[in-house]
């Protein structure tokens, strides 16, 4: 009866002259439950809305039945979805299948670049398999010849070895970019930041200022598309500047990107711009409770959204300027809001912080020599 049900419903609805997307998916999963002939282009059309909408269990579901109805040349998008929706639901070995099933199944470069960029995220960061996402990024860069698709792998490859620490993985890759000639604006963006990041973590800063003045005018001319372009190039800028013993500098100018915002809640640039501050002046003496107050607002601030991606290295300064203030129990609270937040990279990159902060901690319990 409940099948019967299910089928008279589904043909109700696909009956309509035009339905929205979330009507097809509860028609073609009306369809599923009563076991009756899907048309396989609707199914995963169904199968991806449902993904986008973060139903991922309905996604996996109709992408299962997708994939024994769909044409050929289109069966890889259904495994594409099941992948991506078994990831999100934590089952990473069956996305890790799902994957490489799409992968065999796509014919066109494209389509198989797709596949093998989210194939080597979900190793490298979900399944903190670093070397195997990628090798798969350098295997499908053997494997076409188109230069934007090679372009788009070679910028997934310094992300990648950004978030796995792997930094002169993201030198050599970045450099690679910047060499072509006739470089488009975005790709040319992301392998300058990812470039100025990795030359910061490795401390190669000899030619640092020169590169990042060249990528500026390419940061300026993409604010209409890319608001943060310019945010990213300056905070890692800033720190370059406190790295290179600037601290003056660096301080004055994080407080003039912060200038007349007060008076309003923090959000994440505001937190970011502040934590970076509290890294210039954890090298001065002055003013301990400012600092205190300033990690405390900035902790804040790196609790809302975070499109730079700041918050764990972020909440790590802010938890040293507590610690440093005897605020240990903020002081912990700040850092492990910050390292629920990172990857593997993350992880890596503030293991300094972690160790300096258990320091700190028992220190403060009365045990300095330990």
């Not at 979330?22 to 282009?41: E, H, M, N, T």
């Not at 670049?113 to 670093?130: C, E, F, G, M, Y």
């Not at 970045?174 to 030359?199: G, M, Q, V, W, Y």
């Not at 890319?226 to 100018?253: M, N």
């Amino acid at each position: 009866e409940r099948r019967r049900v299910a089928s008279t419903m589904a043909t109700w609805m696909l009956a309509q002259p035009a339905i929205d997307d979330r009507d097809l998916v509860r028609a073609i999963s009306w369809q599923i439950a009563a076991r009756a002939p899907l048309a396989g282009d609707d199914a995963v059309c169904a199968a991806a809305v449902a993904l986008a909408d973060g139903d991922f269990e309905t996604a996996a579901d109709i992408a299962v039945a997708a994939a024994n109805v769909v044409a050929e040349a289109d069966r890889w998008r259904a495994g594409y979805v099941l992948a991506q929706a078994r990831r999100q639901l934590g089952d990473i070995a069956g996305a890790d299948v799902a994957f490489t099933d799409a992968a065999r199944w796509a014919t066109d470069d494209s389509d198989r670049v797709d596949v093998a960029i989210a194939h080597a995220h979900t190793l490298a960061i979900a399944d903190t398999r670093s070397a195997d996402g990628l090798g798969l990024l350098r295997s499908i860069a053997s494997e076409v010849s188109d230069s934007s698709l090679l372009r788009r792998v070679a910028i997934e490859r310094t992300f990648l070895s950004a978030v796995s620490g792997d930094f002169r993985e993201v030198i050599g890759a970045a450099e690679e970019l910047l060499a072509e000639p006739d470089l488009d604006d975005t790709t040319a963006l992301s392998a300058a930041n990812a470039l100025a990041f990795a030359r910061l973590m490795t401390l190669r800063l000899d030619r640092f200022d020169a590169d990042t003045e060249r990528w500026r005018p390419t940061a300026v001319r993409m604010e209409s598309t890319s608001p943060l372009a310019v945010e990213q190039l300056d905070l890692v800028t800033v720190i370059a500047r406190v790295a290179q013993g600037r601290i003056d500098e660096a301080i004055e100018r994080c407080r003039d990107r912060r200038t007349g915002r007060t008076d309003r809640s923090w959000g994440a640039g505001d937190g970011a711009w502040a934590a970076v501050e509290i890294f210039g002046r954890s090298f001065r003496t002055d003013d301990p409770e400012g600092l205190v107050d300033l990690a405390n607002r900035a902790a804040v601030g790196l609790g809302s959204v975070d499109p730079l991606g700041f918050r764990p290295v972020g909440s790590g300064l802010c938890a040293l300027a507590l610690a440093n203030g005897g605020k240990m129990a903020q002081a912990r609270e700040a850092f492990a809001a910050g390292a629920a937040a990172g990857g593997e990279g993350d992880r890596r990159s503030s293991s300094l912080i972690r160790a300096r902060l258990d320091a700190w901690g028992v220190a403060l319990d009365g045990d300095p020599r330990t």
